[in-house]
């Protein structure tokens, strides 16, 4: 039995907590440590949705056949939580879903990984000028600045980038959508997606996520705590591989089941105050028509 690619878009705020302190952040996101990217790791996407199914009723039997126990390892295993598309600030318009070169190959090697391997990113190597911007045909016709200087311009936090129009990110962008359990948002995609070099992607996944002032009041109402909390914006758009370890395993099907019939799945800190809701969606290829 092939695995499934599930996308988690974020619908609030999401704090993958590394647990330490990292220069002046008190509680930052946690990082791939080769590439700093965010990402959630296996044991907290598999402890959340332990919680699911847990919580839901999947029944005791086959959430310790699926997760394992003390004596046996369970039968499905779960990749990361990795790094798609993340919003950027804009000063032209409405913020732009940023990605890069070596995601969008990562994505394609994870495709191929549940045998499907009609997405191809072409024999020759992406290379993007530092300070340009590849996007799609739509993006180029209807995101542009009035201003006739600026016409072939984007803006991402302080950075200029030139509008390079090129047809691959057409493609990418029909690949993407099916992660995102919305209509409405995956019209946008198109619209709005931006692929930059890796090195710069890099500063904006690195440098450019909210952070959050918070403080501990006591009971006199003046401060006993004060903490900055570094979070992934409402909107980014990640993805997890779950993988059954047996070929045709039935408990795995109903999981499969189980899960695409639930499309919201909580991870990370500060779930009370709100934070972690990821709207899921098993990826499935569009439908050309």
């Known amino acids: 039995m092939n695995g499934r690619i599930m996308g988690l878009f974020a619908e609030t705020s999401i704090h993958p907590g590394q647990g330490k302190q990292q220069g002046i952040?008190?509680?930052p996101v946690a990082r791939e440590s080769w590439t700093e990217y965010p990402y959630i790791p296996g044991s907290a996407v598999k402890g959340a949705f332990r919680e699911k199914a847990v919580l839901e009723e999947f029944g005791e039997e086959k959430i310790n056949q699926v997760f394992g126990e003390k004596t046996r390892a369970g039968e499905m295993g779960f990749?990361?939580?990795?790094?798609?598309?993340?919003?950027?600030r804009s000063l032209n318009g409405h913020y732009y879903w940023v990605t890069c070169p070596y995601l969008i190959e990562r994505f394609q090697r994870d495709l191929e990984m549940i045998e499907e391997k009609d997405f191809h990113l072409g024999d020759e190597e992406w290379v993007i000028k530092p300070s340009h911007a590849?996007?799609?045909?739509?993006?180029?016709?209807?995101?542009?600045?009035?201003?006739?200087?600026?016409?072939?311009?984007?803006?991402?936090?302080?950075?200029?980038?030139e509008l390079i129009q090129?047809?691959?990110?057409d493609e990418v962008g029909a690949w993407i959508r099916p992660l995102i359990k919305h209509p409405s948002v995956r019209k946008r995609v198109s619209k709005q997606l931006v692929v930059i070099s890796d090195d710069e992607f890099?500063?904006?996944?690195?440098?450019t996520l909210p952070i959050q002032t918070k403080n501990r009041l006591n009971k006199k109402k003046t401060s006993e705590s004060l903490w900055q909390e570094e979070n992934l914006p409402p909107d980014t758009l990640m993805y997890v591989l779950l993988m059954?370890?047996?070929?045709?395993?039935?408990v795995c099907k109903d999981f499969f089941a189980f899960v695409g019939e639930r499309p919201y799945l909580k991870i990370g800190g500060n779930e009370t105050t709100g934070l972690?809701?990821?709207?899921t969606q098993f990826w499935a290829?569009?439908?050309?028509?």
């Open 276 to 279: 972690g809701w990821f709207a």
């Open 134 to 161: 590849w996007v799609s045909s739509d993006l180029k016709a209807k995101w542009i600045s009035p201003n006739q200087a600026a016409r072939n311009q984007i803006y991402l936090e302080e950075f200029t980038y």
């Open 202 to 207: 890099q500063y904006f996944a690195k440098f």
């Open 25 to 27: 952040l008190d509680l």
């Open 244 to 250: 059954p370890r047996l070929t045709n395993s039935t």
């Open 285 to 289: 290829k569009e439908d050309p028509k």
């Open 166 to 169: 090129r047809p691959e990110i």
């Open 79 to 88: 990749s990361d939580a990795r790094l798609l598309l993340l919003p950027v």
